[in-house]
């Protein structure tokens, strides 16, 4: 194979895999928005068996909440949750809503490990690691929020932009298990 061709395939592979990372995105990330809507009463496409028996919504949001209440009575604060809401008796209150739960990140991180050319046992180990890290994150995410802001009342209106910090944290992490990840991949590649 010529310098050329070697070239014009490797523009082939990157031109298939950036159309792959784009549409299992917008397939993830759109999935879960409408699915959202149907299992949210008084939406437009409401389902009451959908929303009373196939809720993964809700039950992310119950495996988020739960553990952080765990973590945030670990240091003593007496909390009353339900499921969306986490109030810390003299802290704050907390409500885990849609945009809490990382589904984007994870509709992110979901579609670059299944366009990126690996193999499988590869792509699904990443995908695992790369889902529970972030579940993880978010959690203490969640639970430090409760914490931090029922020791530090008086700096309750400074954390206003959490979320936005919280998303820079996560994809920066994310980031780096690919890089890992996709230097590990191509090992065997650079050696031969």
């Known amino acids: 194979m010529t310098p050329e ?3 014009k395939e490797a523009s082939k592979k990157a ?6 990372l784009f549409m299992l995105y917008i397939i993830f990330s759109q ?5 959202n809507s149907v299992m949210m009463p008084g939406s437009r496409f409401y389902n009451p068996f ?11 949001k119950s495996a988020l909440i739960i553990p952080a209440v765990w973590l945030i009575k670990a240091f003593g604060f007496y909390v009353i949750y339900n499921e969306m809401d986490v109030m810390v008796i003299s802290g704050p209150y907390l409500r885990v809503n849609y945009s809490c739960l990382g589904l984007g990140v994870m509709s992110f991180l979901a579609a ?7 193999p499988w046992k590869s792509t699904f180990k ?3 690691i790369g889902l529970i890290t972030i579940y993880v994150l978010n959690v203490l995410r969640i639970a430090g929020l409760g914490v931090l802001l029922g020791f530090f009342k008086s700096q309750r209106h400074n954390f206003n932009y959490h979320h936005e910090a919280f998303n820079i944290l996560i994809y920066i992490c994310i980031f780096t298990i ?4 996709i230097k590990k991949c191509n ?5 031969q």
């Open 5 to 7: 061709e070697a070239k």
């Open 15 to 20: 031109i298939k895999f950036v159309v792959a």
């Open 31 to 35: 999935g879960n928005l409408f699915m």
């Open 50 to 60: 959908i929303s009373d028996h196939l809720n993964y919504i809700q039950g992310l």
């Open 112 to 118: 670059f490990v299944l366009a990126f050319p690996a």
């Open 126 to 128: 990443m995908l695992i």
């Open 178 to 181: 690919l890089y890992l990840w």
């Open 187 to 191: 090992k065997p590649i650079n050696a």
